[in-house]
T-cell receptor
Framework: EPEVTQTPSHQVTQMGQEVILRCVPI?????FYWYRQILGQKVEFLVS????????KSEIFDDQFSVERPDGSNFTLKIRSTKLEDSAMYFC???????????FGSGTQLSVL | SQQGEEDPQALSIQEGENATMNCSYKTSINNLQWYRQNSGRGLVHLILIRSNEREKHSGRLRVTLDTSKKSSSLLITASRAADTASYFC???????????FGSGTRLLVRP
């Protein structure tokens, strides 16, 4: 079965630093998503992306966050100035039609020190 | 309560028994999906049930949907130790570009 791949699997950074999390969605999918999960808590929606623009974003997705699809295959999440509370597992997902099943990557564990 | 709340929060059963998890939601939906997450890993889609469907089966999984009560249940029959994981419901809300996940049920199947 096709897979969503995410890199790196672990990222450690200092508070205030910028991080870029990378994802390669399934090639013929049209909708792309970022979710995050703080340890032991629920999976929280951050942003959805379609046709090279943000479709929807949550309250968590403030000005410190941005997404980009720079080259037609990669999908990135940038956090401009990380905070301690940004420590979480970040999941990328993609889907064909909107609202249909999501394919998730295995996640990037971000630790902000 | 939030959109997508599962109960129980945790469930421990013996191998071979059935496991039932429930999900309640608040707004109208296009569909409801169930996902599984092994510890620290990505989520894997299990089954999707549309708002005009009442029941759906996939292998040992049976999902029901009651839109009048805004609730769904996931039944895993003849459970195995390998079914040990967290299970999440997720709702596709009308006119939305996102799935909203519930808080999850942690299932432990004892060998």
């Amino acid at each position: 079965e096709p897979e969503v791949t995410q890199t790196p699997s672990h990222q450690v950074t200092q508070m205030g630093q910028e991080v870029i999390l990378r994802c390669v969605p399934i090639s013929n999918h049209l909708y792309f998503y970022w979710y995050r999960q703080i340890l032991g808590q629920k999976v929280e929606f951050l942003v959805s992306f379609y046709n090279n623009e943000i479709s929807e974003k949550s309250e968590i997705f403030d000005d410190q966050f941005s997404v980009e699809r720079p080259d037609g295959s990669n999908f990135t999440l940038k956090i401009r100035s990380t905070k301690l509370e940004d420590s979480a597992m970040y999941f990328c997902a993609s889907s064909g039609p909107v609202g249909e099943k999501l394919f998730f990557g295995s996640g990037t564990q971000l630790s902000v020190l | 309560s939030q959109q997508g709340e599962e109960d129980p929060q945790a469930l421990s059963i013996q191998e071979g028994e059935n496991a039932t998890m429930n999900c309640s939601y608040k707004t109208s939906i296009n569909n409801l999906q169930w996902y599984r997450q092994n510890s620290g890993r990505g989520l894997v889609h299990l089954i999707l049930i549309r708002s005009n469907e009442r029941e759906k089966h996939s292998g040992r999984l049976r999902v029901t949907l009651d839109t009048s009560k805004k609730s769904s249940s996931l039944l895993i029959t003849a459970s195995r130790a390998a079914d040990t994981a967290s299970y999440f419901c997720a709702t596709d809300v009308d006119s939305s570009y996102k799935l909203i996940f519930g808080s999850g049920t942690r299932l432990l199947v004892r060998p």
